[in-house]
């Protein structure tokens, strides 16, 4: 959301004679704002506050990313938001899908201003330039990651990626008169004429006995074993056991552009890095692949996986060593751990103490996305030794251990993309045990620690909504109890009465928390239907936005419904407003009556009495049974008989 003034700001003079100014505005939050000024003289004030307000628009018009060229913009979403994120070969695949794919097209246009009709024309004339489809399918999932985060941000009104779907593959396909092959899902086995043939020309020699192919025998280890090239060049001799016929992959190779801090240098670099993992679970990283679930997110969600399962793979001694010594950590000494105490560890007497303990050891996993992790001073081993120690008693009460029992320890890795602590948690003392709410209440506390200040902010707006609903509610039920003429009001009056009438029964407290759950019941069924009002509604539904945003900075709030107002805890003085509204009434008293109003009323009931009349009536003469013209005719003799006129009752 983008700062904004309210006003041009208001002037006044104080009985003592200084005078006193006052620009309104609202903060990126859209929280109301003001700055004051003061000064002897009204000149003086009157150039402070034209300077505070031209200072003010020019730091708006700065800030004002849908100004910028999507070149600009996009050069700098990438450096801020993915170069600290992903790995350093997606970054590559990135800056470069941007500056051939994207930037010759519509690099030059401001952000604000693209249009769907843009990204179809771009996606268009890669068809007609004969690029890949994968290609364009790239720099079309880039773009739709970078529009929904300036949208996600406020920066942009509008997302023009959010109509817009890739061309599908037959028809780009198709465009440049190419065959679209289906997918196949079976395995392609060589037979052994053509194992031979692969054989014979990757061992071909020149005339002088020279090989034609330099890595002949690398090329066939890869065709048997399944080997990806990255992780055929991190192999050494140490890893190979040719008495078992087993090769243990330790590590991958992979090369990367050489950089000038940010800049590209067009040279190339080796890197050695972890192996991917093919485990599955959901940390931050499958958060970032379930949002975007692209070819890279999803490297980088197997990655987090192999390194937060590696208790699983290397049991708990091997986890040990890992956490304390593995790329990445933050040394405090000779190793990365550190406990409640600042007191020397010993690395090797902790992993015997570790692999030899009898009981349960929880070994967790505390992580930020690299952005929070910067904007909140959480990029060094010290914080978090501080976050876990202002917490041992929140741990200890989850883990349901004493905290004189609770002994913990652990290492912080200052990764690349999500920077996290790992924790190795147990007691010294009585068994404990983590329960699924022992983990949401971990969450909670690490959340709330983490982001306070965040929390502060979400809270001050929430109260505001929540005091805004308040105020509302109290004014309509003072329309309700003058009578006034509100839609719904009669109902509105048969609840309230009904609940005083069901309170004069009850003895005690006439509150909502001592009231029996029938009458409680019937309290919150009236809130939950006053509160359909409109205004009511729309306040609630702001309130529920902030609430459901302060809840995700510690529990995943994506797919749980919005709590009914009658089931809020945090709303439970409405109720209690209720209950006061409803005994301060007197439903006896006399009422303004407009005899117009009522004369028209009365004449359409009166109409509805006879249409209903009638209409009973002739179903009546339709179920009585019909006489013939025989008894009809004796029936007329004996009236005239009796000196009845002929048709007389």
């Not at 009157?46 to 800030?63: C, D, H, I, L, P």
């Not at 004339?125 to 079309?140: D, V």
């Not at 904007?375 to 876990?388: I, M, Y």
């Not at 009522?598 to 002739?618: E, P, T």
Request: glycine share 4%.
């Amino acid at each position: 959301m983008k700062r904004e003034l309210l006003d041009n700001g208001n002037i006044w003079q104080k009985r003592d004679g200084r005078w006193i100014g006052m620009v309104r505005y609202k903060d990126e939050f859209g929280v109301a704002q003001r700055k004051s000024f003061s000064s002897k003289k009204k000149k003086t004030l009157q150039a402070k506050m034209t300077e505070y307000v031209k200072n003010f628009n020019e730091q708006v018009t700065n800030s004002d990313e849908a100004r910028k060229p999507l070149k600009e913009s996009m050069k700098n979403w990438l450096r801020v938001y993915k170069y600290p994120e992903v790995e350093r070969t997606t970054y590559d695949r990135y800056e470069c899908i941007a500056e051939h794919q994207i930037y010759p097209y519509i690099g030059n246009k401001p952000v604000g201003d693209v249009t769907p009709s843009d990204i179809k024309k771009l996606l268009t004339k890669h068809m007609n330039a004969g690029y890949a489809f994968t290609t364009s399918k790239k720099a079309y999932s880039l773009l739709k990651m970078f529009f929904k985060q300036l949208y996600q941000e406020g920066a942009i009104p509008n997302n023009p990626m959010a109509i817009i779907d890739m061309t599908k593959k037959d028809n780009y396909l198709a465009s440049q008169n190419k065959e679209s092959k289906p997918q196949c899902d079976l395995v392609v086995v060589f037979t052994d004429d053509e194992l031979e043939k692969i054989k014979a020309e990757a061992f071909k020699r020149f005339a002088n006995g020279k090989p034609v192919y330099q890595q002949s025998a690398a090329y066939f280890l890869m065709l048997n074993t399944g080997l990806r090239a990255g992780e055929l060049c991190g192999i050494i001799n140490s890893d190979i056991d040719l008495e078992n016929r087993v090769i243990h992959l330790q590590r991958g190779v992979k090369e990367v552009h050489v950089r000038d801090g940010l800049e590209y240098v067009p040279k190339l670099e080796v890197k050695v890095g972890k192996l991917k993992s093919k485990t599955s679970k959901k940390f931050l990283e499958y958060d970032d692949y379930y949002a975007m679930p692209t070819r890279e997110n999803a490297n980088e969600f197997l990655d987090a996986v192999a390194e937060r399962y590696a208790d699983r793979a290397d049991e708990l001694k091997g986890l040990v060593n890992y956490i304390s010594n593995r790329p990445g950590v933050e040394k405090l000494g000779s190793h990365g751990l550190f406990t409640q105490f600042d007191m020397p560890i010993d690395l090797n007497t902790f992993a015997e103490r570790v692999a030899n303990h009898e009981g349960v050891i929880w070994t967790e996993v505390v992580s930020l996305r690299r952005e929070d992790a910067e904007r909140l001073h959480f990029n060094n081993a010290e914080a978090w030794k501080n976050l876990v120690r202002r917490n041992m008693n929140e741990i200890a009460k989850a883990h349901r251990i004493k905290v004189e029992d609770l002994e913990w320890y652990g290492a912080f890795h200052n990764t690349t993309h999500h920077p996290h602590i790992h924790l190795v948690i147990f007691s010294r003392g009585q068994e404990g045990f983590l329960s699924e709410k022992g983990i949401k209440e971990l969450r909670r506390a690490f959340g709330q620690d983490i982001f306070r200040d965040e929390q502060y902010k979400l809270a001050t707006i929430e109260t505001g909504y929540r005091s805004e609903l308040k105020d509302n509610l109290a004014e309509l039920l003072q329309q309700i109890q003058a009578r006034k003429s509100l839609s719904n009001a009669d109902y509105y009056l048969f609840l309230l009465r009904k609940i005083k009438d069901e309170l004069q029964q009850q003895k005690g407290k006439k509150l909502y928390g001592y009231l029996p759950r029938k009458l409680k019941k019937l309290v919150d069924f009236a809130l939950h239907e006053i509160a359909k009002d409109d205004d009511l509604s729309e306040i609630y539904s702001k309130w529920n936005e902030v609430n459901r945003e302060k809840l995700s900075l510690y529990y995943d709030t994506k797919d749980k419904p919005d709590v009914p107002i009658e089931k809020n805890p945090e709303l439970r003085s409405l109720k209690n407003m209720l209950i006061r509204t409803a005994l301060s009434m007197n439903f006896n008293a006399p009422v303004a009556v407009n005899n117009a109003r009522i004369g028209f009323l009365f004449s359409i009931l009166a109409k509805q009495i006879v249409n209903s009349a009638s209409k009973r009536l002739d179903e009546l003469n339709k179920m009585m049974p019909q006489t013939d013209s025989k008894e009809r005719s004796k029936i007329r003799e004996k009236k005239l008989a009796h000196g009845q006129k002929e048709g007389a009752d």
